[in-house]
């Protein structure tokens, strides 16, 4: 791949900090580091590949220089403001936040699934929402070979997905110092139906994210989905129970040998030596994790599966970094 010049936004945040460790682990080819912050981490230090940068204020002249790609993770209003500055400079942005995420004319990639779409691109790609990943990782050889009809979605989503208040609140909690920083009830010893807020519809921005950027990344608005999404008193790796009818009639072994040999997971399924997929084991890696897949005999071509992945690096930082390493192969 060639090197190119490379910025991050947000990069003192833990999805910033993940990208610098993650582009160190794959060697990512750069020439030169950029990396903004907000005017108070401005100043601090920061090490990628041996070498200590100093972090900058993020401001609009920011992208005035030689950068050819920028990772952005330090929330919607920030890429909102910033993202099409940079891309009016030349850059292309790859944002982690849920800013562009539905926008029409924004291509929404997962690499494993819909690397074409990168094509599309007018300045800024957009990465999905972290349970929404995995579970396009995991969907996408079922889709290919059946069909699907219909998706159920039940997440099981660890609190580094609210960042360090969420992080933080479960740690307190487990010492009996009870805090609601990040969410409206205690964390530690719960298990909360309440991620985001919540829509009229009943449902919070979290499901309908994933009913929607679901149909997106598939390019399939037929998809009949629904979600219910639950925060867990786990620090890191989302798990996902997903329900799967699909068009096509299926044999389990064929379903399992799919999942051999697909890009970007790993297969744990051996129920009878307690083998599947955990979050305690997914912590840190860059796989989906799927196992306990079974038929569904309520309903014809009923599927069932168990998808665990961790949120920080497949559900943020690693998959914007493999859409940067598509980009420098184009």
Known sequence: MKKINL?????????????LKVLEERDFPYNNLYLFASKNSAGSKLKCKGIEYTVEELTENSFDGDIDI?????????????????????????DNSSAF???????????????????????IIANPNCSTIQAMVALKPIYDNYGIKRIV????????GSGVKGVSDLKEGLKGNVQNKAYPHPIANNCLPHIDIFEENGYTKEEMKMVNETRKILNDDSLRITATAVRVPV?????ESINIETKKPFKIEDIKNLYKSAKGIILKDDVLNNVYPLASEAEGTDEVYVGRVRRDFSLENGLNIWVVADNIRKGAATNTIQIAEELIKL
């Open 7 to 19: 910025a991050v936004v947000g990069a003192t945040g833990m999805v910033g900090r993940t990208f």
């Open 70 to 94: 920028a990772l952005f993770s330090a929330g919607g209003n920030i890429s909102l403001k910033f993202s099409p500055i940079a891309a009016k400079n030349g850059v292309i942005v790859v």
């Open 101 to 123: 995420r539905m926008d029409k004319d924004i291509p929404l990639v997962v690499p494993e699934v819909n690397p074409e779409d990168i094509l599309k691109h007018n300045g």
């Open 153 to 160: 979605y039940s997440t099981y989503q660890a609190v580094s």
């Open 235 to 239: 620090y890191y790796a989302h798990s």
